[in-house]
Antibody, heavy 116, light 115 residues
Framework: QVQLVQSGAEVKNPGASVKVSCKAS????????ISWVRRATGQGLEWLGW????????GFAQKFQGRLTMTRDTSITTAYMELSSLTSEDTAVYYC?????????WGQGTLVTVTS | QAVLTQPSSLSASPGASASLTCTLR?????????IYWYRQKPGSPPQYLLR?????????ASGVPSRFSGSKDASANAGILLISGLQSEDEADYYC?????????FGGGTKLTVL
């Protein structure tokens, strides 16, 4: 069965970076894009960007340009999302999902807390 | 003005129908877009429900019951998620999404209360 398993919760200081992993299984990793979405407490869903695991091509929401990186390691079917220059406003649950539209399978979420 | 606007909350009774709207910003024509609908329950990741562009271009996600359906109101420039036969388990946050200007954009979400 299709599964996306994310890395565990993170606590970071302002100004630091965080890297979240998303291990895919149950399907051909390079056949589907991976998207990243977050939800801060009391807020709605926010799209961060997407990556094609085959080509490595990425696309990001404009507000994250310059501080968001998405990579992958196809040998271990894992996608990564790294966000730098963290502020308290980046405190949220971060999700990876399979696909770009109609994202049908989701990771369990990774809580990233930015606090001094 | 936000690209997608959703009412912040909606209440309906069990067994009734609920119509959740997603209004596109002026200048963005709803006819041109596939609208994707998701719901999220507390403590769980979002769940993809369906996409709707037209009666000939729409798709219910696997495992989603047929009491969920999509439509559009061209006069209001809005997409609509219709849920019939409401159940207590339908209580959740519902989000619409479109692909616009090379980005996915979510609406602010509607909290549906079934009581």
């Amino acid at each position: 069965q299709v599964q996306l398993v994310q890395s565990g919760a993170e606590v970071k200081n302002p100004g630091a970076s965080v890297k979240v992993s998303c291990k895919a299984s149950g399907y051909t990793f390079t056949s589907y894009d991976i998207s990243w979405v977050r939800r801060a407490t009391g807020q709605g869903l926010e799209w961060l960007g997407w990556m094609n695991p085959d080509s490595g091509h990425t696309g990001f929401a404009q507000k994250f340009q310059g501080r968001l990186t998405m990579t992958r390691d196809t040998s271990i079917t894992t996608a990564y999302m790294e966000l730098s220059s963290l502020t308290s406003e980046d405190t949220a649950v971060y999700y990876c999902a399979r696909g770009t539209w109609g994202t049908d399978f989701w990771g369990q979420g990774t809580l990233v807390t930015v606090t001094s | 003005q936000a690209v997608l606007t959703q009412p912040s909350s909606l209440s309906a009774s069990p067994g009734a129908s609920a119509s959740l709207t997603c209004t596109l910003r002026s200048g963005i024509d709803v006819a041109s877009y596939r609208i994707y609908w998701y719901r999220q329950k507390p403590g769980s990741p979002p769940q993809y429900l369906l996409r709707y562009k037209s009666d000939s271009d729409n798709l219910l996600a696997s495992g989603v019951p047929s009491r969920f359906s999509g439509s559009k109101d061209a006069s209001a420039n809005a997409g609509i998620l219709l849920i019939s036969g409401l159940q207590s388990e339908d209580e959740a946050d519902y989000y619409c999404m479109i692909w616009h200007s090379s980005s996915s954009v979510f609406g602010g979400g509607t909290k549906l209360t079934v009581l």
